[in-house]
């Protein structure tokens, strides 16, 4: 089936990003789990890490433990709440000038209440809000819900905020023989991006040519949480819910679903040859790499993961939030989402009058 698509355009108001801590290299990551849990293995983790291209990431946790959780001041809502004022702050609004407040983020602080419930607690909003459980490509859902509610006369600001906390999801002595665990720990970072949207206006950054589609008939899942569901509630087995990838599985599907991303630009019309900036969702330092081959040779891939790893949920709003302010005139960015649970695809093109 073709994507769902929609011409309409969005006028981004602000953005912003948030890191938990210091950034850590790959040797300052491996220094703290020798040092403090005994841990062995780092020339296998710096080979791993040299095949990602992934060289630092920020995450919530102080690996004192095997098993433990984010430290104080750094929980996902935690984190979701601060990239939100960042956001507010660039659009000159207060919180409660929302007319709704959208999370996605597949690590939430509590399976219940939501994530972004505990978010409008925090910074006292009192409008309605919902929440995405959904990893890479919780972003195109979000705006497509937001971009609905935007078509009412009338409709205050939304913002969308997605948020990833997936280092806690990891024991460091599974990596001992696991070589999922071993990339998850090289590969994997966290934080949190949020964007403000209203409905378009003339001038100004906006967000338009919104797609999403799957192709889950021709990708089995590459990236899974076995644990902590009703069809597995029992935490017997292991001590952590850890997610589960298939590797070579993520690697069929990655390319096949960024290759419908850009073919998606063909259903809007849209000549690729006149987007100056692809952004692909964030998996590894690599990603520039794949999509090369099938990219207009003048264009620039942008790439974030190197420097922060995978953050999930978070990454395209991450790597946006970053980008769009080095966007000369007339450059565009056109936004290749793709997501391994359920082979899903989705994105969007961004630019400024």
């Not at 889950?216 to 009703?230: A, E, I, T, V, W």
């Not at 080095?326 to 649970?341: D, K, M, N, S, Y």
């Amino acid at each position: 089936m073709k994507p769902w698509i929609s011409q309409q355009r969005l006028a981004v108001l602000g953005s912003g990003s948030c890191f938990p801590g210091r950034s850590l290299s790959n040797q300052d990551l491996l220094q703290k789990l020798e040092d403090r849990l005994g841990w062995t293995g780092r020339a296998r983790a710096l080979a791993v890490a040299r095949q990602l291209q992934v060289h630092s990431r920020y995450v919530v946790r102080d690996f004192e433990k095997r098993v433990e959780g984010p430290r104080v001041g750094d929980s996902n809502p935690d984190l979701a709440g601060r990239a939100l004022r960042f956001a507010l702050r660039e659009a000159g609004l207060q919180v409660n000038q929302l007319g709704y407040l959208i999370g996605h983020t597949a690590t939430p602080h509590h399976p219940l209440p939501s994530n972004i419930s505990q978010v409008a607690v925090d910074l006292g909003y009192h409008g309605p809000f919902c929440e995405f459980r959904q990893a890479c490509t919780g972003f195109v859902n979000a705006l497509i819900f937001a971009a609905a509610l935007l078509q009412t006369p009338g409709s205050a600001p939304i913002a969308i905020v997605g948020s990833e906390t997936g280092s806690v999801f990891l024991d460091p002595e599974r990596t001992q023989g696991d070589d999922g665990q071993l990339v998850n720990l090289m590969q994997m970072g966290d934080g949190a991006g949020a964007i403000i949207l209203s409905p378009g206006q003339p001038g100004g950054p906006w967000i338009e040519r919104i797609y999403h589609g799957q192709r889950s008939s021709s990708c089995q899942p590459g990236l899974l949480m076995k644990r902590g569901g009703s069809a597995h509630p029992s935490l017997e087995e292991y001590q952590v819910c850890e997610f589960h990838h298939h590797f070579g599985l993520v690697r069929e599907s990655g390319e096949l679903l960024l290759r419908a991303g850009a073919a998606a630009a063909a259903e809007f019309g849209l000549d690729l040859e006149k987007v100056s900036h692809f952004l692909p969702h964030q998996a590894n330092g690599r990603i520039d790499q794949l999509l090369r081959p099938f990219l207009p040779a003048k264009s620039k891939v942008l790439v974030q993961a190197d420097r922060v790893g995978n953050t999930g949920s978070a990454a395209i709003w991450l790597a946006l939030d970053e980008s769009r302010r080095a966007l000369q005139p007339g450059q565009t960015i056109w936004v290749l989402g793709a997501e391994a649970t359920r082979g899903m695809f989705g994105g969007f093109h961004y630019g400024c009058d």
